[in-house]
């Protein structure tokens, strides 16, 4: 019973930390209507200027709350002026995509200027503790609950009592409705932008404070948490972000009390899909939330797509294949051979995506279902690499769409929420079921690809293979989309409801869609897998799904040849920028945010 | 001004080629044909810090290597090729490296998920994949191109489960970062342990981006344990160790060797005095190999040297005198790291490879314990309980 009161004790604590950050995602979100992953990398910025001036300004911790709060908030509305305000009214997959570039740049340039060591980062507080249960809670503790809670508490009356904050409110509900009624809705985003990230910064440092740790690429983990809390508590909802960020904390808690430390993960994310599906609203969204996503697909951006001859293709295509002929470099071939393993899953992204319209975040989760499962057919039970692998397809098509089924009444954000916590439990999973997977110590000496006595090792070999897979898939989805199934697919991607009242069965034709799309991505996985000869939990992480959304995005959602070119792009432009090394995931956060900029619709345009 | 002028040029120059390979231009360079080592390793991403710290240890032995009049007149270099510890990306580097004919061996990747999907590529292609950081038990059975001198868990665990049973604990709680590093170390310790006669009363698992572990820590103190052993890095063992006293457990810590590091106490705080650990590099040590290391460590870069420099130094240390002894053959190299013996070494004292797996046995141990912010050996006092 002791314990009990340390569980939960401990689970307030934490919750209080996500609270920090939440808050400012909830404000963000509730106006801009957008995940700002961003955000995360405002509070690795603040955590940093406050290092900073404790360390040559010797400022005490109200004047270095200051010192942070200032030129974050001060990012934030530069965040919002240079990066999402010229997006306004473009499908809102783009400034979705705009902050994660942006958080790949910023996280990487404090990388730059701090070096990627952690830092320490001392509060100078009482050295009193306060005895609860077991255990005891100290100043800081007591701190960030105080800002947590005074700051929802400040924006809340804020919200509700100033005038400002009445066109947050308004240009909330409805941006449109607001502007007509004179509200300067630009402004508004502005200083709502501005006093998240202010916030942001601020619980950067209370959170380094508080671990006395900070390093770059904290950001991720920390926005992550956020977005589940957030969701928690119903979106835009403030004090529904404290409340959601508790009952995080505490889930957490009581999940490492029950089953160990290892499942902790597992919980917060199986609680966000569990609140998606039963209320998706949150606790404190109230019906209104979900009305205010688009009926129609205004989520990817619509546009004509650009349509390349046949002819074209084809000799692309042969090219292709009769490239290893020139004897170019195996290290060309390899990472053309990334490339195609990175097309597959793109074609599969793209599909789900683009053609029908449910986004996808966590489709690096499809990659190690297949990759795992070819690989423990092939190591553990002594099949072929031959039947593995399009066993290891069939399952992941299979689990996939058994994974997603519950989530497919959900749309726009929620689904992309939905489906990044969906490849984080595939991961945690694999990390978890020891007996099955082996667990952290992944699965070693897979065997290279063979079919009737020939082994595929060489990088020809290899590249022929991946290349094969990957026109295959290709022509089977162009076919696929040019058929009556895929008219379907982007008629419940166009208007979900309209949809419904033709007679369409929207669920059937959405696992259609992630059943096709598993097999191609479950392949590639496979292939991957017989490629590396080892795997672990970490090999398809989520930032490969990142990686997956880029792609399909910058080739133009649902178009097959666009995915193809996007995962070349995007495979070889970290490549290329070899030679810059530490400065190259910093061109790559930029060239992002430049395509999404003067080119949302992709390189080819969306079909 | 004309010379200080001349002068930046010059520094900027070096530093510019600094960026793209290894650092140039030292006075008495050997003129001839460069020996090219490759590196594959993380210099973005979540790993970064590590690729960042193999550098210092690199370019430290090179200094010495070079200033010496390098391999038979012929200076060495590096070339590091950013892989962010991403196995996609290994795969290509390994591919760019067998091609490339002035590579003569390759050095690391930082993690197993990273280093062992690139093994089969350099073992088809016969060019040795050294990793010094690769304590998998199964990264050398990649092949016999594939090398390992990091510390094999199989010797560094029983030590310290040695070491908890002369400090006087018979009831271990175990914490691990559940990698496969932790895993194995974990499995490793805990027979150790219950061979020496302990009782091991609870074991953890933590994922590497966990910050807060109070939770744990509470079912930790509930097993009652009369010590907690970490399996951790400098910065998670930091973390664990400010808040171990937040949930009202008064047990020591014990530490594996990899939290040594400056690192350590600088996160820790004062929460890292009391905390026993060993290590296999301990600046204090007076053996003559740690002492030039750690002298010269400090005077180049103003800094105490953790054990990710000294093996990255190491390495270098190694390959110079392979190279010497037995050429810059791609085949000789391995079979030349099969002959060498009692190579100095930083960690090992002096370092000898088994060929059967290709590892070397025997690191060197020191007792540790933290005492007034610094990590001291320790001098037999067991702990006073409570």
Redesign the interface.
Known sequence: MN?FI??TI??L??GN?YALLAVGLALIFGVANLINFAHGSVYTIGAYVGCAAITFLRTPLPLTILVVAVPCGALGALIERVALRPLQGRARIAPLLATIGLSFVLD?LV?LVA??????L?ADLPDW?L?VG?????PMDLLIAGVGLASAGLLYGFLRFTKLGYAVRATAQDRDAARQMGVNVDAVNSAVFAIASALGGVSGLLVGMY???I???MSF?ATLKGVVAVVIGGVGNVPGAIVGSLLLGLT??YG??LF???Y??LFAFALLILFLVLLPNGLFGGRKAVEAEPLTGTFIAPSRALRAPAWLIAAAALAAFALPFGWP???L???LT?AW??GLLALSLTLVAGTAGQMSFGHAGLLAIGGYASALLATDWGVSPLVSVPVAGALTSVIGTALVFPAFRLRGHYIAIATLAIGEIVGLVI?NWESLTH????V??IP?LSAFGFEA?S?RAVYWLTLAALVAFALLQARLSSSHIGRTLRALRDDEVAARAHGVEVARYKALAFGFAGFGAGISGAI?AH????L?N??FDSQLSLLAVTMATLGGMGNILGAILGALAL?GL??AF?????Y??LIYGLVLLALVRFRPQGLLGTA | MLVWSSLTRRVLFAAALSVFAAPAAFADEPKGEPILLGVSGPLTGPNAQYGAQWKKGFDLALDEVNGKGGVKGRPLQYQFEDSQADPRQTVAIAQKFVSDPKIVVELGDFSSTASMAASAIYQRAGLVQFGFTNSHPNFTKGGDYIWSSSVSQADETPRLAKYASELGFKKLAVLYLNTDWGRTSQTLFTSAAKSLGADVVAVEGYQPDEKDFRSTLVRVRDANPDVVVLISYYADGALIARQIRSVGLKTPILANGSIYSPKFIELAGDAANGVFSETNFFPGEPRPEVQNFVTKFRARYNEDPDTFNAVAYDTIVLMSQVFDKFGTDRAAIRDGLAKITDVPSVIFGKATFDPQTRRVAGARAVYLVVKDGKFTPWDGAKPTTN
Do not use: C, K, W
């Open positions: 314990s340390d569980y401990n689970g604590v934490v930390i990487q990388q070096s990627p060591n952690p830092r320490a001392p503790r005895n077991g255990g005891s809670i100290g671990y006395n740790h390093d770059p690429t983990q957490e808690s490492v009390a160990g430390t290892t902790r993960n470099s195996p290290y071939l390899q990472t990334n393993l990175a990390l667990g952290a110590m992944g070693s000496g290279p090792t990088a991957s490629l590396y000869t080892y672990n970490q090999t495979v970290p490549e070899r030679f810059a090394a530490e190259r995931i």
